[in-house]
């Protein structure tokens, strides 16, 4: 269907040029035909036939004519009838399919309908509103144009579409009349501008939209670099805040350019926090792992898919590695026992869960193996260290181990006090045994680790007592008596190694006080235990023969103070009794 066309056309009744009217005679011009009345067709005027210009308007209908006075100056005018041609379009005829174009243009934003009606005021706010709209739009930005700002030039659009269509409806344009059929179709087409600016300005804030996104995929992609290399606990809140950018990315963005490479950010985040497995650094991996299967209680389960999974296998070979490696490791931090019980929690049916208990009986036999060698307190520490996490793991299955752990521990505190003595260190090797055999008061070597520890403790005061570790057995054969009394304040303890090795307490002389030390050479020797016998406190000794060290150590009195002591050295020889007067000497 063709669009309307404006009618501004001949007017009815005007013959085409060249023609002669019907009934036209060589009347002279201004005659009026015989018959020739108001209304009827115009005479020819002379040399207006075949002229080629167009004929005269036809006479105005009945009173039409032109006013009184109408024409030049003196009174001359056309005769009645035979006034000028009327307007193609009359004023006051209604045009609605001018009106629709003059609206149609002013709708485009470009203010032509306007410019057509001549109405240079309401194409100039057009421009100006148009120009205000793209100032406010361009270039085009995330946030896109704000929406009250395109409410508000939608009203005024329409607003001045309405107002070009109220004007055109009865407007005489000044244009030719091929550009007036043209106008319609011209205005159906610019609107062609404002619909393709706005599809243009779409795209680009959708590209601009996708830059913005771009750019915050780079932004979490820079912040997981940055976090590569640092300890975990202070990784982790960078790493979180990346991941909280991907998810972002992935789940409300998913269809952008930034959202589809979403899932390779994701496999690049995994191989980079999961780093320390791949080097073998077990015991680091555990925290990023861990953090890494927990994920989906944080971030979009859909989203991560099945990596999480993926971390299972990598988890329980840290854990494995990482708590098998600190077993017998005093500062292992974190310790055997918490990372174990990890693995046997979360994954008991692993392979790794197998092989927890032959690692532990492995380990034990290895360290026991190491109380025969060169350092046997340091295999002992770590049997003690390894009996400790065995006691706080709760797997059944390690309780066996936990035993033998245990004896262990018992033979290397007895290997490390030995191995104290021959070593010269006396103080350490007399703590060691004597806690040993308060430790194990029935262990078969109880009585021995005594001995050494009394042989030690002599052996600080007299290193000569020290040469050798007293025999683990008594000796066989007759004993002689040594009687040993007491003839000073305060009470006694006398400490003896040699073929024998013992100690024995005598009470205290109540009666008895420190002997002055001779200053002078000529001075009277001490005459100890010269009174009666009974009145000093005795201890019998039966001594395997051979060579004695003792060591005295008298309690504190009124008198005396804790810690003095005094060592000496005797020969027991076979068949002799001895006595022996222990006493105290002051200078005052």
Not at 332 to 354: H, V
Not at 418 to 439: C, L, P, R
Not at 487 to 516: F, H, N, R, S, W
Not at 558 to 584: F, H, M, Q, R
Request: glycine share 10%; hydrophobic share 40%; with cysteine.
């Amino acid at each position: 269907m063709s669009p309307p066309t404006l009618a501004f056309g001949p007017p009815p009744g005007a013959a085409p040029s060249g023609s002669t009217p019907a009934g036209a005679g060589s009347e002279p011009a201004g005659a009026v035909p015989a018959g020739a009345g108001a209304g009827s067709g115009p005479a020819t005027a002379a040399g207006w036939a075949g002229s080629g210009t167009a004929p005269p308007p036809p006479g105005a209908p009945p009173g039409f004519g032109p006013p009184p006075g109408y024409g030049p100056p003196g009174g001359y005018g056309p005769p009645p009838g035979q006034g000028p041609q009327p307007p193609a379009q009359p004023p006051g005829d209604a045009n609605p399919a001018q009106a629709a174009a003059i609206a149609l243009l002013n709708l485009s934003g470009l203010g032509l309908g306007y410019v057509l009606l001549r109405n240079w005021i309401g194409a100039a706010l057009c421009w100006l509103a148009t120009a205000a709209l793209l100032v406010a739009a361009l270039p085009a930005d995330v946030d896109g144009v704000p929406l009250g700002l395109l409410v508000g030039y939608g009203v005024f659009l329409l607003a001045v579409a309405a107002d070009g269509a109220r004007r055109g409806l009865r407007a005489t344009l000044r244009i030719a009349a091929s550009f007036r059929r043209l106008a319609l179709p011209l205005a159906l087409v610019l609107l062609a501008v404002p619909a393709g600016g706005s599809l243009a300005y779409g795209a680009a804030r959708d590209e601009a939209k996708e830059q913005a996104l771009l750019e915050q995929l780079a932004a979490a992609d820079a912040l997981v670099k940055s976090a590569d290399g640092l300890a975990f606990d202070k990784a982790e809140p960078i790493y979180r805040q990346a991941l909280s950018a991907y998810e972002d990315l992935g789940t409300r963005y998913a269809g952008s350019r930034a959202g589809k490479l979403v899932p390779d950010r994701l496999d690049a985040y995994y191989r980079t926090v999961s780093a320390p497995y791949e080097k073998k650094q077990y015991c680091e991996a555990v925290p990023p792992l861990k953090h890494l299967r927990e994920l989906p209680g944080t971030v979009d389960k859909e989203l991560l898919g099945s990596r999480p999974a993926k971390t299972d296998e990598p988890l329980a070979e840290s854990l494995y590695a990482c708590g098998t490696a600190a077993l017998g490791v005093q500062t292992a931090d974190p310790t055997a026992s918490e990372t174990l019980n990890e693995l046997l929690d979360t994954f008991p049916k692993s392979t790794q869960a197998t092989r927890v208990e032959p690692a532990v009986r492995e380990a034990i036999r290895t360290r026991t193996a190491a109380l025969r060698g060169t350092e046997p307190c340091d295999a002992t520490a770590q049997l003690r260290a390894l009996r400790s996490s065995l006691d706080n793991m709760t797997d059944p299955s390690l309780e066996p181990a936990a035993k033998e752990a245990a004896d262990a521990v018992r033979k290397g505190d007895f290997a490390c006090g030995t191995d104290q003595f021959k070593d010269k260190e006396f103080s350490a090797a007399a703590t060691t045994m004597t806690d040993y055999a308060k430790a194990y008061p029935n262990s078969p070597q109880a009585a021995h680790a005594r001995s050494i520890a009394i042989a030690a403790e002599i052996a600080e005061e007299e290193p000569a007592a020290g040469r050798s570790l007293p025999p683990a057995e008594v000796p066989g054969g007759g004993r002689m008596v040594m009687v040993v009394s007491n003839d000073g304040p305060g009470e006694v303890e006398l400490l003896y190694t040699g073929p024998m090795t013992g100690k024995v307490t005598i009470k205290a002389c109540g009666t008895c006080k420190k002997y002055q030390t001779p200053l002078l050479v000529n001075s009277p020797k001490i005459k100890a235990c010269s009174g009666p016998s009974s009145k000093y406190p005795k201890a019998t000794l039966l001594l395997p023969a051979g060579d004695y060290h003792f060591l005295q150590k008298r309690a504190a009195t009124g008198t005396s103070t804790a810690g003095d002591t005094k060592s000496s050295k005797t020969k027991i020889e076979p068949g002799y009794s001895y006595t022996n007067c222990l006493y105290v000497t002051s200078l005052f």
